[in-house]
């Protein structure tokens, strides 16, 4: 196995076992990953003038590849970090217990309220014990680092807050 697309290799190796009913987005994916950087998506031929030819094969773009998701989400939190003040933050992580995990699987509609439910519980918890209102930027995850499904939340909270007349900043 290559040390460079392992999930390539595990992804092609194990085609017959892909789910054959479901979502076919999932398979779409994986098919984007297999064939990433491979003839199957095309190539660009650069050639020097010394007549030198390189044959560059095209990637996918998935957000699910290890090397082209990975460069989408360092330019997506370059861009999230840009438009936050300077200040101090923390990271949150809320979840809940596994015997939900299916309810929200088989009705993904309802991960929609998830992000706004956990800054709510987040904001009334801080303003009843600090009196202030947090900035709070909340990412919603349906995979853990096992990719079995798991909907959390990662929450970054500023470690301090407006007051609640809004007339100045608590830390």
């Not at 044959?55 to 861009?79: A, D, F, M, Y």
């Not at 990271?91 to 993904?108: A, E, I, Q, Y």
């Amino acid at each position: 196995m290559s040390l460079h697309r392992p999930l390539q290799e595990i992804l092609t190796t194990t085609q017959a076992l892909w789910p054959t009913n479901g979502r076919p987005e999932v398979v779409t994916e994986f098919r984007k990953v297999v064939d990433c950087r491979t003839l199957a998506l095309g190539t660009e031929v650069y050639r020097s003038s010394g007549g030198d030819e390189r044959i560059v094969p095209h990637t996918c773009k998935s957000r699910v590849c290890p090397s082209c998701g990975q460069r989408n989400n360092l330019q997506w939190l370059r861009e999230r970090w840009c438009n936050l003040p300077e200040i101090p933050y923390s990271h949150v992580v809320l979840t809940m217990p596994d015997h939900f995990w299916p309810l929200f699987r088989d009705n993904r509609h309802l991960l929609n309220d998830l992000p706004s439910l956990g800054a709510e519980v987040i904001q009334q918890w801080v303003k009843k014990k600090h009196g202030a209102k947090l900035l709070l930027a909340v990412i919603p995850h349906t995979f853990g680092r096992d990719l079995k499904f798991n909907c959390h939340l990662h929450i970054l909270a500023s470690q301090g807050g407006l007051s609640s007349d809004e007339s100045s900043w608590l830390s």
